[in-house]
């Protein structure tokens, strides 16, 4: 009987499959272009790493499409932040040699520190002749860097990222990047030759984003764009010690085709809206203080010209500049919440289309005037504070069309907090008893 029982035993074991160790690495078993394509999300350095894995990898990456160079990866980095990394030129070139995709997909390069300009200008020139998509570029230099030439007429460039400020000139033919759709670019203290014409002059831009930093060495850019393509355009306008003293830049905007449009500025600078028929979403963070020595009447201005959005949201910047101009240039902390709606009901009857508003800061200039059509309120930096009530009872009297208002804590408010909240918002009366109160 025992012996019976270790015969079986023994079939047992010789009946399970052996394990081979060998069939366990499977990604080595994946074809070249499936692991080519998974080493294009990382950065260039560890995808050359890999090559000492095993012999199976030892020339997988020369295969891959996307190319990423960033110097601060680099394990013993100088300590002084102007003195180039010894090594990394020399990686850069050696890639560029090696490697043999027929087609550069995407060529990342982020020099923190300073590099040498000549060899910067012959890897874009071998990027361009390898027919790169995508282009993203960050110089760590002292001083501003001319944009290569051969990138302002690359009829394969489909993507363009200019992460620092480089100089850009705009050709005489008028056109500009001719095949890039998507255009991200930061200028510093720009000329007019750049912010008038530059983005009048792309024929195929659909997504624009635009960060510009002010000075007080020279004057304010007006900034025109101009595009029958263009769907998303974002602008961010950061200045120095703008705030105390009269500042006048322009923001020009002719786009029948945009849908989407954000602007986050330090400063409420003048701006002028054309053709905006498209217009979807709409999100304004603008600063604007009570000492500010500009005229309030811009922000009425800029909201007249997204009269067509139905999506807005606003910070309490714009609004405080509505209820400056409407009280002549003084603000009044005592005027009632119904007070206030009507100083705005002017402004409403220009805003039809909005379907729904959005309050980027918690704060009682709020415009009334919206609330009788959106179907969605979203306010953000609720702390349950009592100045904070008769805000919310007349959104909930008076809004008869909302469906949602969604309202976002701060953090430091508790969750037992949150929910005593909703609770006592409950308890006040609403036009429409089907709209659903969340707390987050």
């Known amino acids: 009987m025992a012996h019976d029982r270790q015969n079986n035993v023994t079939k047992r074991k010789r009946g399970r499959p052996k394990t081979n160790r060998g069939n366990a690495d499977r990604i080595s078993s994946l074809p070249d272009s499936v692991l080519c394509h998974i080493l294009s999300y990382i950065p260039t350095k560890h995808v050359v790493a890999t090559s000492v894995i095993a012999k199976r990898w030892k020339n997988v990456w020369t295969a891959v499409p996307n190319l990423s160079f960033d110097d601060r990866l680099c394990l013993r980095p100088p300590a002084s932040t102007y003195v180039p990394l010894r090594g990394f030129a020399d990686f850069v070139h050696t890639v560029l040699l090696r490697t043999n995709p027929a087609k550069i997909g995407k060529f990342s390069l982020y020099c923190s520190r300073p590099t040498n300009l000549a060899r910067f200008y012959d890897w874009i020139a071998t990027a361009l002749m390898r027919e790169v998509g995508e282009i993203q570029l960050y110089l760590g230099q002292q001083s501003r860097v001319e944009l290569p030439e051969a990138i302002y007429s690359a009829a394969c460039l489909k993507v363009l990222t200019l992460d620092s400020d480089f100089s ?144 807005l949201y606003l910070s309490a910047g714009i609004m405080s500049s509505v209820e400056l101009h409407r009280n002549g240039g003084r603000t009044d902390r005592m005027a009632s919440t119904a007070n206030r709606a009507k100083k705005l009901t002017e402004l409403g009857k220009s805003c039809p289309a909005q379907e729904q508003f959005g309050w980027l800061e918690s704060d009682f200039d709020v415009p009334h005037c919206l609330v009788h059509t959106v179907k969605n309120i979203e306010i953000k930096g609720v702390q349950g504070d009592e100045d904070e009530r008769p805000l919310l009872k007349y959104l909930l009297q008076f809004a008869a069309a909302m469906e949602k208002m969604l309202m976002w804590a701060k953090a430091s408010v508790p969750k037992e907090n949150r929910a005593n909240l909703r609770e006592s918002i409950l308890q006040l009366p609403r036009a429409s008893m089907k709209t659903t109160i969340e707390i987050k």
């Open 168 to 311: 850009i000139q705009v050709p005489s033919s008028g056109t500009c990047f001719p095949c890039v759709k998507i255009l991200s670019v930061r200028l510093e203290n720009p000329n007019k030759s750049v912010t008038e014409n530059l983005f009048c002059s792309c024929p195929s831009l659909e997504e624009l984003s635009v960060t510009c930093e002010l000075h007080d060495d020279t004057p304010p850019p007006n900034l025109i764009i101009s595009s029958a393509t263009l769907k998303t355009c974002k602008l961010i306008v950061r200045s120095e010690d703008m705030l105390f003293r009269e500042v006048d830049y322009m923001l020009t905007i002719t786009a029948p085709k945009l849908e989407s449009l954000e602007i986050y500025s330090d400063l409420l600078g003048s701006f002028v809206m054309h053709d905006l028929h498209s217009l979807k979403i709409v999100k304004l963070d603008i600063m604007h203080a009570e000492w500010a020595q500009v005229d309030p009447y811009r922000a009425i201005q800029l909201l007249a010209g997204i009269n067509s959005c139905k999506y």
